[in-house]
């Protein structure tokens, strides 16, 4: 339960330092910075995420095919 307290304790205290810094013309720009770089990071997995999707939905249908000449074939 004192870890909790401490972990309570040090978010908050991080809220606050990013508070004050975000005042200033240089604080404003690194979390500009760190947003920007977030997006960035964000986008790259939403795309090789639909990428690697799209790749396996391909191979399923290729493979729902060949089930169904095999299926076909066999009962043949």
Do not use: C
Request: proline share 1%; net charge negative; charged share 30%.
């Amino acid at each position: 339960m004192k870890n909790v307290l401490w972990l309570i304790i040090g978010v908050g205290l991080g809220f606050v330092a990013a508070h004050q810094l975000n005042k200033t013309p240089e604080g404003r720009r690194f979390f500009e910075d760190v947003d920007s770089r977030a997006h960035e990071f964000s986008n790259a997995v939403i795309d090789g995420y639909k990428t690697r999707e799209a790749e396996l939905r391909a191979a399923v249908a290729d493979a729902e095919g060949v089930i169904a000449d095999l299926s076909k074939r066999a009962s043949s």
